[in-house]
């Protein structure tokens, strides 16, 4: 069987080459990602995170070098249909995902055309309702709903096709900070109990501060790529890369800077809560 991952060799990309507008999105990009991790990529606007992600799926080849999922190459066309029934991708707007006039024909609409039994489309389509608590808005028109409602509608629709990997670009944009932390439990979720492999683009260092790994894309180069706790031990390297570290890290750092002594790998709310805890003791 081949590997499962997602793999990036040397892979760079050029807009509008040989042109005044020309201009270098990615560059000797090499990555890979394994099946069932969970990474959050980040880094400020232009970096090359959307081309990165579209990449992924065969929306955009490289211009050199190689992507491959499963070892199946994006540039073979005949590999492309078998490639998106993988990759799941989600963007910023869900209007552009949004095709049916019924949320549940929505989420069932993908489903059908895989080519699903009834039975099989039902069953999928209640699921990915419950998972992101839509019940009450099925039978609604997506039209109508707010934006996170249909950003909601357009991951439950993805989610119900059941990919293996799951990109995600800046899916919480919109999304009010009970919808994002929400969204965030549903992902951690599906990595742990289907082994799904999450790829979360997001400028919100809160958003990825729980990925196991975390990738800061700089002027379409790999910039950074750690578990998120050894990269916010630096501030300075992030700032030059245009990302400030979430709140909480940061009071942390002025603690530190105080003389106190905090364990590197605390980041997480639930880490800080049991520090402090322990310190009231
Ligand atoms: N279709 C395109 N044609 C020309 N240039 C493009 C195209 N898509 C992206 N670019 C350029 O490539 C660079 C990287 O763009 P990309 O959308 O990948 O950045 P990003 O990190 O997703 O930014 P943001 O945070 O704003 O979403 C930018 O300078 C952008 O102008
Ligand atoms: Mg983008």
Same mark, same amino acid.
């Given at each position: 069987m081949e590997h499962e991952s997602i793999s990036f060799v040397n892979v760079s990309k050029i807009f509008n080459a &040989?042109?005044?507008? %020309? +201009?270098?999105?990615?560059?000797?990009?090499?990555?890979t990602i394994e099946r069932g991790d969970f990474v959050g990529i980040s880094g400020m606007n232009?970096?090359?995170?959307?081309?990165?992600?579209? @990449?992924?799926?065969?929306?955009?080849?490289?211009?050199? /070098? $190689?992507?491959?999922i499963n070892g199946m190459n994006t540039s073979n066309r005949k590999?492309?249909?078998?490639?998106?029934?993988?990759?799941? @991708?989600?963007?910023? &707007?869900?209007?552009?995902?949004?095709?049916?006039?019924?949320?549940? $024909? #929505?989420?069932?609409?993908?489903?059908?055309?895989?080519?699903?039994?009834?039975? $099989?489309? +039902?069953?999928?389509?209640?699921?990915?309702?419950?998972v992101? /608590?839509?019940? %009450?808005l099925r039978y609604q028109s997506p039209h109508l709903l707010s934006g996170g409602q249909k950003q909601k509608v357009a991951i439950a629709s993805v989610l119900a096709m059941k990919p293996d990997y799951l990109i995600l670009d800046e899916p919480t944009s919109m999304l009010d900070?009970?919808?994002?932390? $929400?969204? @965030?439990?549903?992902? +951690?979720?599906?990595?742990?109990?289907?082994?799904?492999?999450?790829?979360?683009?997001?400028?919100? @260092?809160?958003?990825?501060?729980?990925?196991?790994?975390?990738?800061?894309?700089?002027?379409? %180069?790999?910039?950074? #790529?750690?578990?998120?706790?050894?990269?916010?031990?630096?501030?300075e390297k992030l700032k030059e890369a245009g990302i400030s570290p979430p709140k909480i890290v940061c009071l942390l750092n002025r603690l530190r800077e105080r003389g106190h002594e905090i364990d590197n790998n605390i980041i997480t709310l639930n880490q800080i809560e049991g520090f402090i805890c322990k310190l009231l003791k």
């Open positions: &040989n042109s005044s507008m %020309e +201009k270098m999105a990615l560059s000797n990009v090499t990555l232009g970096s090359g995170k959307s081309t990165l992600a579209r @990449m992924i799926n065969g929306l955009i080849l490289p211009s050199s /070098g $190689e992507v491959k590999n492309i249909k078998k490639i998106r029934s993988l990759v799941g @991708m989600l963007f910023q &707007n869900p209007d552009n995902q949004i095709v049916n006039p019924v949320v549940e $024909e #929505d989420i069932a609409f993908g489903l059908i055309n895989l080519g699903l039994s009834y039975h $099989e489309v +039902k069953e999928r389509t209640d699921w990915a309702l419950s992101l /608590g839509l019940e %009450e900070n009970i919808s994002r932390s $929400e969204l @965030m439990d549903t992902l +951690k979720f599906l990595n742990r109990e289907f082994r799904m492999t999450i790829v979360l683009i997001s400028h919100f @260092m809160e958003d990825v501060i729980e990925a196991n790994r975390l990738i800061i894309l700089n002027k379409g %180069e790999i910039y950074l #790529d750690d578990v998120p706790c050894k990269l916010f031990v630096y501030p």
